[in-house]
């Protein structure tokens, strides 16, 4: 099934570390190993053991003469690995690194079995952010298959998960102070079915609780999205009192940019929103909120008697800055949480009475210029270019039309593979890029599978590329075998075509 695999832990690793040696000999993992663990490890200790013996059960016997030990280090930054006949050592000052390298150990056990070759690995990440995005709106993903993707993706070293929860089809975010939109707005007819059948789906409190918990055990921070002030059909279908026109809106069965977007002008949708992002913020730990920003059309705005009261009641020149001054607002609610805005590159424009809070960051989509600008701008950015090898609802082989994705974009492996998040024109101010990520909307993704197809293994090359200084195109094609029986081994559905 895999092409061949080496009996090198330097040939099969990816993240490619930046630092490897390979040695002589193995380490047979059993029942019988010895595990010392430090006190504040403890818990990197059974997550890891847990993944471990969910896809690789201990052994029956063993020799009961090797050790695993997971200790601190005065090394700042970095992880230390070392795997010897009879003992492994792991070591790092921080608990991430910790679980960064016991991630690595489980890597090689994934591809090997329960008996490893020796090696001594000193790594550390390339950049802080290292992230993957999944629209669940477009097309309801369970929690369940929620966590199997981000334990794929621990396993790769990402460290973030963007968590895409409302949009124009459908709203999954569970509100404890409005039913009419936990019913209303998460149904809708289903795409591309001639016969009257809907697609449905909210997730629970305790399916919310449930994910961040894991993705916590895994070091994996989650990004709420909720979209303002376009991409909002969904929410307006509950509550069309909130759009310009007072509707009625239906929920579109297509994707799409429609003009019907949330009234600016109207200080009740405001009120919601501060309801909103406070249950948000209580449900997720995490610093960042996203709150959206893209693809939001104006022209209701200019017939809108609310929206142009507003323009004259802040001295706006445009119906196209009434976004920044929604922008403003949505940020202050956010911060005034205690966390950080996150919004798609738009936010950057129509902002030449208002300005754009300092806060917020950046999230460049539409190519690199929106990151580039806002870096200059002094705001932290985080790059995911859709023309960059990064947008994962993309096919693989635009040429192919049986190949599943959009039709439009291409995004192949080696694109992912030579992606860059820093760009020669930041210079001095390149140090506010936090790091990148793939994104996968699912317009066109029916099932979960779909969506594993179209991440894997593209997110393992884009996972080298944030992680390593130490990349090598032709050598991470060679370990195609072992990335792909990692991926098999946690039962993740990945690619089968060429590797280009």
Same mark, same amino acid.
């Given at each position: 099934? $895999?092409?061949?695999?080496?009996?090198?832990?330097?040939?099969?690793?990816?993240?490619?570390?930046?630092?490897?040696?390979?040695?002589?000999?193995?380490?047979?993992?059993?029942?019988?190993?010895?595990? $010392?663990?430090?006190?504040?490890?403890?818990?990197?200790?059974?997550?890891?053991?847990?993944?471990?013996?969910?896809?690789?059960?201990?052994?029956?016997?063993?020799?009961?003469?090797?050790?695993?030990?997971?200790?601190?280090?005065?090394?700042?930054?970095?992880?230390?690995?070392?795997?010897?006949?009879?003992?492994?050592?792991?070591?790092?000052?921080?608990?991430?690194?910790?679980?960064?390298?016991?991630?690595?150990?489980?890597?090689?056990?994934?591809?090997?079995?329960?008996?490893?070759?020796?090696?001594?690995?000193?790594?550390?990440?390339?950049?802080?952010?290292?992230?993957?995005?999944?629209?669940?709106?477009?097309h309801f993903v369970s929690a369940r298959e929620i966590k199997k993707l981000l334990k794929a993706a621990s396993s790769i070293h990402l460290n973030y998960f963007h968590w895409h929860l409302t949009d124009d089809q459908g709203w999954r975010f569970p509100l404890s102070f409005d039913e009419k939109v936990n019913k209303e707005s998460s149904v809708r007819k289903a795409i591309d079915y001639q016969e009257e059948r809907v697609e449905s789906g909210i997730y629970s409190i305790d399916d919310i609780k449930d994910v961040?918990?894991?993705?916590?055990?895994?070091?994996?921070?989650?990004?709420?999205?909720?979209?303002?002030?376009?991409?909002?059909?969904?929410?307006?279908?509950?509550?069309?009192? $909130?759009?310009?026109?007072?509707?009625?809106?239906?929920?579109?069965?297509?994707?799409?940019?429609?003009?019907?977007?949330?009234?600016?002008?109207?200080?009740?949708?405001?009120?919601? $929103?501060?309801?909103?992002?406070?249950?948000?913020?209580?449900?997720?730990?995490?610093?960042?909120?996203?709150?959206?920003?893209?693809?939001?059309?104006?022209?209701?705005?200019?017939?809108?008697?609310?929206?142009?009261?507003?323009?004259?009641?802040?001295?706006?020149?445009?119906?196209?800055?009434?976004?920044?001054?929604?922008?403003?607002?949505?940020?202050?609610?956010?911060?005034?949480?205690?966390?950080?805005?996150?919004?798609?590159?738009?936010?950057?424009?129509?902002?030449?009475?208002?300005?754009?809070?300092?806060?917020?960051?950046?999230?460049?989509?539409?190519?690199?210029?929106?990151?580039?600008?806002?870096?200059?701008?002094?705001?932290?950015?985080?790059?995911?270019?859709?023309?960059?090898?990064?947008?994962?609802?993309?096919?693989?082989?635009?040429?192919?039309?049986?190949?599943?994705?959009?039709?439009?974009?291409?995004?192949?492996?080696?694109?992912?593979?030579?992606?860059?998040?820093?760009?020669?024109?930041?210079?001095?101010?390149?140090?506010?890029?936090l790091g990148g990520q793939g994104n996968l909307w699912t317009e066109r993704v029916d099932f979960g599978r779909d969506n594993e197809a179209l991440l894997f293994p593209r997110l393992v090359a884009l996972a080298e590329s944030l992680w390593s200084e130490n990349k090598d195109w032709e050598k991470f094609k060679k370990k195609r075998g072992a990335i792909e029986k990692r991926l098999s081994s946690q039962d993740v559905m990945f690619w089968a075509g060429e590797w280009r």
């Open positions: 099934m $895999f092409t061949s695999i080496s009996n090198k832990a330097s040939e099969v690793l990816s993240p490619m570390p930046n630092k490897i040696i390979d040695k002589k000999g193995e380490f047979t993992f059993s029942q019988d190993t010895i595990v $010392f663990v430090e006190p504040q490890f403890s818990s990197e200790a059974e997550t890891f053991i847990d993944l471990l013996l969910e896809d690789l059960p201990y052994e029956e016997k063993g020799s009961g003469e090797n050790e695993l030990y997971i200790k601190k280090s005065k090394v700042k930054d970095k992880y230390s690995l070392e795997v010897l006949p009879n003992k492994i050592t792991v070591s790092a000052n921080s608990n991430e690194l910790i679980f960064s390298a016991l991630e690595t150990l489980r890597s090689l056990f994934l591809t090997y079995g329960h008996t490893i070759p020796c090696c001594k690995i000193t790594d550390w990440p390339k950049t802080g952010y290292r992230g993957f995005m999944l629209d669940v709106s477009r961040v918990d894991y993705a916590s055990k895994l070091h994996i921070t989650i990004i709420p999205e909720i979209e303002t002030p376009g991409h909002a059909m969904a929410l307006l279908h509950a509550h069309p009192e $909130f759009g310009c026109t007072g509707g009625p809106y239906e929920i579109p069965t297509t994707g799409g940019i429609f003009k019907d977007v949330l009234c600016v002008g109207n200080d009740e949708v405001i009120e919601f $929103f501060k309801k909103v992002f406070a249950e948000v913020a209580k449900l997720f730990p995490g610093p960042y909120i996203h709150i959206g920003g893209d693809e939001c059309p104006h022209v209701r705005y200019e017939s809108c008697p609310k929206c142009q009261e507003r323009m004259k009641a802040n001295g706006l020149k445009s119906a196209a800055e009434l976004q920044s001054w929604m922008t403003v607002q949505i940020a202050k609610i956010v911060t005034d949480l205690g966390k950080i805005p996150v919004g798609w590159d738009e936010v950057l424009e129509n902002t030449q009475t208002l300005g754009l809070p300092k806060e917020v960051v950046v999230m460049s989509w539409r190519g690199s210029q929106g990151g580039i600008e806002a870096a200059q701008r002094g705001h932290k950015v985080i790059m995911s270019p859709s023309s960059e090898g990064v947008y994962y609802d993309y096919r693989y082989d635009n040429t192919n039309d049986d190949e599943h994705g959009q039709y439009w974009g291409k995004a192949t492996i080696k694109m992912s593979y030579d992606f860059e998040v820093v760009k020669a024109e930041m210079k001095e101010s390149a140090s506010l890029v």
